[in-house]
């Protein structure tokens, strides 16, 4: 009499490439996350502050975009960098109903630094890959986003 062979056992989590992907994704986040906590900001703010360093205003909807979150959940970082005095709203002065997000003086001054923060906490996570081998990984992580189409920043 035949019977049924019963399905192979599942993958394991550690032979899914996604799974190592969220460890290190994590792991390297965390780390950053402490460090700019004693900064005063969380990460979602500082890929805000970031995002409008490179400009002298930017509407709400221009920084969502770019950072791939709602309009709504910008308006609430937004809010809390006002309260935080990193970011100064102003009437839009091409279309009266719209609003700008600029940085203040004290948040032009923190970007540089949260930046190095960034880059040193980067440094040290992924010292354990040579110089060759972080500019394969950045490769290859910048090829998967883009045949993704992952554009906006990651902020959790």
Known sequence: MWQAMPDPSPAS????????????????????ARQVEQEGVTVAEWVVLRVLFDATHLAPSVVAERMGMTRGAISRLA?????????DRATDTA?????????????????PRLAA????????????????????????????A??????????A
């Not at 989590?13 to 950053?32: C, E, I, K, P, T």
């Not at 279309?95 to 970007?111: F, N, S």
């Open 13 to 32: 989590l550690q032979d899914h490439l996604g799974y190592w992907l969220r460890m290190v994704s994590n792991a390297v986040s965390h780390g950053f």
């Open 79 to 87: 809010d809390r960098l006002v309260d935080k005095k990193l970011v």
């Open 146 to 155: 883009a045949a993704r189409g992952l554009t906006g920043a990651p902020t």
């Open 95 to 111: 279309d009266r109903r719209g609003q700008t997000l600029a940085l203040t003086p004290a948040a032009r001054a923190l970007v």
């Open 117 to 144: 923060l960034a880059d040193g906490n980067d440094a040290e996570f992924f010292a354990v890959l040579t110089p060759a081998e972080r500019m394969e990984f950045d490769r290859m992580c910048r090829k998967i």
